[in-house]
């Protein structure tokens, strides 16, 4: 499931249209991406000029040049890409927009991702702005983080560290991630953990996903537990560690830790 940097690496595909018009649009068949704007709504774009995208957490936004928006997220499987103006849609192509030079691409195999097309001039539409601080924003402060430990005292880390609200763009394998730099078991209730470490942690682990996945896709740290999480086998990166990791699949989410640097308390 897209997460923070990879969602973020997926609007720069959309990179190859931007300061075109749209020429023309493809919407597929089936209904369920465009639960929230029915699919015919899509051919106001046409006309417009894409001017680009930017992100909050999970969230995209792209803007169409003058007063349209297209707004939703990429769910467990959706992707974006850009192909060549004579691409031929796939049945999972749900929505492409052709340009001069090039076809943007919304893509998504399992269809829980989503669009919604928005008109709204002067700036991003209301909703948009209203989204709580991201992770990487300076009204992401210590205090906040604290309120979320409070409130949520009993949740397990992992659990609250999933919420959008408090921690936008953070899923599985950041969670785990954020839980492992802290050398915190993932089950420990979030009312024991220190505020200011969690948010510094939050902070540096966004940062380095931006500037590697987020950028162009290349790898994090050989120190992180992300490069070792994924295969069974995989042992723990820690200087003089070495401990096979841990992995439990619950619900489709596979949780991953350090049994000796993450002991259950
Ligand atoms: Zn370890």
């Known amino acids: 499931?897209?997460?923070?940097?990879?969602?973020?690496?997926?609007?720069?595909?959309?990179?190859a249209g931007v300061g075109q018009e749209v020429l023309r649009m493809h919407t597929g068949p089936?209904?369920?991406?465009f639960r929230q704007t029915a699919a015919g709504a899509f051919r106001a774009l046409v006309g417009t000029i894409y001017s680009g995208a930017r992100t909050h957490g999970k969230n995209m936004l792209f803007e169409f040049a003058p007063q349209l928006w297209l707004t939703g997220h990429l769910g467990m499987t959706g992707e974006l890409l850009a192909g060549p103006p004579e691409h031929e849609p796939t049945a999972h192509d749900h929505l492409v927009l052709y340009t001069r030079e090039s076809a943007l691409i919304?893509?998504?195999?399992?269809m829980f991702g989503v669009l919604r097309l928005e008109e709204w001039a002067g700036g991003p539409p209301p909703d948009w702005l209203a989204l709580p601080p991201q992770i990487q924003d300076a009204g992401f402060t210590t205090a906040r983080v604290a309120e979320a430990l409070q409130r949520h005292a009993r949740s397990p880390l992992k659990a609250l560290l999933l919420d959008q609200h408090w921690f936008p763009g953070i899923g599985n394998w950041m969670a785990d991630e954020v839980c492992y730099q802290l050398r915190l078991?993932?089950?420990?209730p979030a009312g024991t953990v220190e505020a200011a470490a969690l948010r510094r942690?939050?902070?540096?682990?966004c940062r380095k996903s931006?500037?590697?996945i987020g950028r162009?896709?290349?790898?994090?740290?050989?120190?992180?537990?992300?490069?070792?999480?994924?295969?069974?086998?995989?042992v723990c990166p820690a200087k003089s560690c070495g401990t096979a990791l841990m992995?439990?699949?619950?619900?489709?989410?596979?949780?991953?830790?350090?049994p000796l640097c993450q002991p259950v308390a």
């Open 216 to 234: 162009d896709w290349s790898d994090p740290p050989r120190s992180w537990l992300m490069p070792h999480r994924w295969k069974a086998g995989g």
């Open 247 to 258: 992995r439990e699949t619950l619900r489709g989410r596979t949780a991953c830790w350090c």
């Open 185 to 188: 078991n993932p089950a420990v």
């Open 201 to 205: 942690v939050l902070r540096a682990v």
């Open 106 to 110: 919304f893509r998504d195999f399992r």
């Open 30 to 33: 089936k209904a369920r991406p």
């Open 1 to 15: 499931m897209p997460e923070l940097a990879e969602v973020a690496y997926y609007t720069t595909r959309w990179a």
């Open 210 to 212: 931006m500037e590697t």
